[in-house]
């Protein structure tokens, strides 16, 4: 049985005050949720304060962006090895929002995972498709050919030390959840897709939500067979909210 984990995902959000009444609150609320695991992933400015604060804690935390490289003459960037010196042990990398608005491509997303996991981080791999997408029927064919470009760069082990995130970009912060029955299919489709390559790999990856998840929708989610938990945004800076969905993917 797969340990369900549900990763805040906080954006460009907050600040010194307000991320220490969040992190206070979900790091006391952590205390009476068992059998699931849960991480905020934060800005960068901020690793410093989620590690002191939730260091000791039930709580993780990561980033949300790394460079590919891992040092050198790239203005701006930030290495896994530096994520690693402030306790990450996550790192989301191809969100859609990186895709679209900072131009990541598949392969530029697989060399993000890749040095994550080089300096022993977990990535976070997100895919999904727009709406047009979705609405010309090639859904399968692109979270395939995204999931693919990671699997083919590092290779199905690596999918053992990773997670894999289906966030449908119309459904990010529109307030309009897939379905858990439309969210369960493409769940199923990835996993059928690692297990092409190694059913032992597939059966163990944790495959997230994320799109709109809140305390109202997370429990009917995480009932499907296939669905382990969920990255969430708006409702990740809401600590009564995000401490909802956690006690949801309570195992
Ligand atoms: P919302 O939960 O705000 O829709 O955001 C989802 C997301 O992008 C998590 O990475």
């Known amino acids: 049985m797969r340990r369900k984990l549900v990763a805040g995902n906080w954006k460009m959000h907050g600040n010194l005050a307000s991320n220490q009444a969040l992190l206070d609150t979900i790091a006391a609320g952590m205390k009476r949720i068992q059998g699931m695991d849960c991480a905020v992933c934060v800005p960068f400015p901020y690793l410093p304060q989620a590690q002191s604060r939730l260091q000791r804690t039930e709580v993780a935390w990561g980033a949300q962006n790394v460079s590919p ?78 999931l693919d470009a990671v699997l083919d760069a590092a290779g199905v082990a690596a999918m053992a030390k990773a997670v894999i995130a289906y966030e449908p970009v119309w459904a990010i912060g529109t307030g309009r959840t897939a379905t858990p029955e439309q969210a369960q299919e493409v769940h199923a489709l990835l996993r059928a897709r690692v297990s092409d390559r190694d059913p032992g790999v597939a059966r163990g990856v944790r495959i997230l939500y994320g799109g709109s998840v809140k305390a109202g929708n997370a429990a009917e989610l995480f009932a499907k067979a296939d669905i382990d938990g969920g990255l969430i945004g708006g409702a990740s800076l809401v600590a009564d909210d995000f401490l909802a969905i956690c006690r949801a993917a309570q195992g």
């Open 69 to 146: 490289h891992a040092q050198g003459a790239f203005t701006g960037e930030v290495s896994a090895s530096m994520l690693v010196d402030f306790g990450c042990r996550f790192v989301i990398v191809g969100h859609s929002e990186r895709r679209t608005l900072f131009g990541e491509d598949d392969s530029t997303v697989a060399a993000k995972f890749m040095a994550a996991q080089g300096s022993g981080i977990l990535p976070i791999l997100c895919v999904g498709e727009t709406l047009q997408e979705r609405e010309s029927g090639i859904t399968a064919q692109v979270v395939n050919r995204q």
